[in-house]
């Protein structure tokens, strides 16, 4: 207990040193790093309990029983999981080929998760997570259950275990993992998780069934094909996010996209493409064959080609105005909202059609022609945003769908000029 309660930071082990007594470094909260010499063949959770800050325990290569692997202790061929520092948190995948671990390997640990590879076959004994008491989850990919003692040192009811959705039941019989008759792990379930890719009007992504803490396989970017003329929209993939309102040019808080190098899976999610698009006008305008002075509109075609009129007005509009109107010519509408667009493709804000001209009512309900063709204000956009701000001077874009009495649904839209 040379060293009991030090405020050693670092430590190397001389060569010369053949044997470190139990509990010699013991509650120095200070240690960071430890290495050891050749000469030392035996060490235990002891000699490092309660090093809370302890992070790396190297042994130097031509020490004869350990090795370390980025700062955890294994024996010489790396099979057996020694001792794992108790500093180390977040959470730790025991390398592939490691069959077995000492009793007590992890004990005090600040883990949350550990996930163990299928080519474990015993954890050592019923202690190998005593005194861990962040952790929560345990993930174990035998399907064959590795052996262990009975369970203690580990509040079980605290931490859920993942396993092969095939082999639930085996891992609910066997022992320490179906717990004690005192306690039981807080859950048993399959550890694959579903990644969701919502293109959001892209081409389809296939979903992904991954391990719960591990990395989703980055897809191949979906494409978003251009809008028919006269109004082409092309469209930029800008990667995956978990927000789905991402495509929305409204303030949000900052969202970090999802990097498929870093982050891991913790759960099922849907991740959402963003697009930034860009709107070009291949054909501006047909004149409208009746004397309206007051609107001199240009009206893109609809991309779907109907009977009615659709025209805004006064156009262009004075910024000044606050205000410009929606107006139709053709079969009465129930309902319908147009989205403004800037120059940029960004959404600004989204108009609902009202009927304030137009009564609902139902398809059989007969209609005169001359009410038919008549001409109504079906709707207003006051020139602001969708945070109640006043717009820039420049050139916007009405679009949206119609829904006639009839139910029949018509694509409308109409270039807008403010000044």
Not at 113 to 130: C, D, E, K, Q, R
Not at 288 to 295: L, V
Request: proline share 7%; with cysteine; glycine share 10%.
């Amino acid at each position: 207990m040379a060293f009991f309660n030090s405020g050693l930071t670092s430590v190397t082990i001389p060569n010369t040193v053949t044997n470190v007594g139990s509990n010699t470094f013991a509650d120095s909260r200070k240690l960071t790093s430890v290495v050891i010499g050749s000469g030392v063949t035996e060490l235990n959770h002891f000699h490092f309990s309660g090093c809370t800050t302890l992070v790396s325990i190297e042994a130097v290569p031509e020490n004869p029983v350990f090795s370390s692997i980025d700062g955890v202790l294994f024996n010489k061929d790396q099979t057996t999981l020694a001792l794992f520092p108790p500093g180390k948190q977040g959470i730790y995948a025991i390398p592939a080929g490691t069959t077995s671990s000492e009793e007590m390997a992890f004990y005090g640990c600040g883990l949350t998760a550990v996930i163990i590879p299928n080519s474990v076959t015993s954890l050592g004994g019923g202690g190998i997570f005593a005194g861990c008491n962040s952790l929560t989850s345990i993930v174990s990919l035998n399907p064959v259950p590795p052996t262990a003692g009975q369970p203690h040192g580990l509040t079980q009811s605290n931490v859920d275990v993942y396993v092969l959705p095939g082999s639930i039941s085996a891992y609910e019989q066997a022992e320490w993992w179906r717990g004690s008759e005192w306690t039981s792990f807080k859950s048993i379930s399959s550890a694959y998780q579903t990644v969701t890719f919502d293109s959001q009007g892209g081409s389809a992504v296939a979903s992904q069934d991954v391990i719960i803490f591990s990395k989703a396989e980055k897809p191949a970017a979906p494409i978003r094909g251009m809008s028919e003329p006269p109004i082409v929209d092309n469209y930029t993939f800008g990667g995956w996010f978990m927000n789905a309102d991402i495509n929305i040019s409204a303030p949000l808080p900052p969202i970090a996209e999802w990097d498929f190098d870093t982050d891991i899976v913790t759960g099922n999610i849907t991740l959402y493409a963003k697009w930034t698009s860009s709107t070009s006008i291949l054909s501006l305008d047909r004149e409208i064959p009746i004397d309206r002075p007051n609107e001199n509109i240009a009206v893109i075609t609809p991309i779907i080609i109907s009977a009615s009129e659709f025209t805004a007005g006064p156009n262009p509009v004075a910024k000044s105005s606050g205000r410009v109107d929606f107006f139709r010519q053709g079969k009465r509408i129930n309902d319908g909202v147009l989205t403004i667009f800037d120059a940029s493709g960004n959404v600004v804000n989204r108009v609902q059609i009202t009927c304030r001209g137009d009564r609902p009512r139902s398809p059989a309900t007969p209609e005169s022609t001359e009410s038919a063709n008549s001409r109504r204000i079906i709707g207003t956009w006051d020139l602001t945003d969708s945070r109640g701000r006043p717009v820039s001077e420049g050139t916007y874009l009405a679009r949206g769908v119609l829904t006639t009495v009839d139910g029949k649904s018509e694509r409308v839209s109409v270039v807008i000029g403010v000044r």
